[in-house]
């Protein structure tokens, strides 16, 4: 078993990923990859490079495999997000549903253009298809989904988180 604190890891998490690897056989780390991902990406809101060397030497692995996941799925931010970071789906399920005009809904009712943010938001960006087609149109707050998405609930999502 790996040293409790390593890098830039805190100790906590380096001891929840050792947790982690006791599940898999001796020897077999690359199942820790995202277990170790969500945990620094729940602490630092966002994946820093340093933060995916520390994790392949953490685990005795390769940087590439590590930022191959990390670039791979969509639920990891290699980039620094927005209080709250919304991305839309334009996807063809949710284009033949409206997500044209939700996305510009989203632009006018919030006042920013896909890649800009405010305070509180952040339309970081339209996004290929997060697997949610038969909730189409849906969009992603901080990771949640909203499938169904219509004006009226827009309005109330916004009106929630502005309230929180
Ligand atoms: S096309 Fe939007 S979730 Fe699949």
Redesign the pocket.
């Given at each position: 078993m790996n040293d409790n604190t390593f890098y830039n890891i805190p100790s906590e998490i380096c001891t929840k990923i050792n947790e982690w690897l006791l599940k898999f056989p001796d020897g077999k780390k690359k199942p820790a990859i995202i277990f170790a991902l969500h945990q620094i990406q729940k602490e630092n809101k966002f994946i820093k490079k340093t933060h995916i060397n520390s994790i392949a030497k953490f685990l005795g692995i390769n940087e590439i495999d590590v930022y191959e996941v990390a670039a791979f799925y969509s639920m990891f931010e290699l980039d620094k997000v927005g209080k709250h970071t919304i991305s839309v789906?334009?996807?063809?399920?949710?284009?033949l549903n409206g997500?044209d005009e939700i996305l510009s809904y989203l632009e006018e009712k919030l006042d920013l253009k896909v890649g800009t943010s405010s305070d509180k938001f952040f339309l970081k960006d339209e996004?290929?298809?997060?697997?949610?087609?038969c909730?189409?149109?849906?969009m992603q707050v901080n990771h949640k989904y909203y499938e169904n998405l219509t004006k009226e609930k827009i309005d109330e999502i916004i009106r929630d988180i502005d309230n929180e």
């Open positions: 789906c334009t996807n063809v399920s949710c284009m997500s996004r290929e298809c997060l697997a949610a087609c909730g189409a149109p849906m």
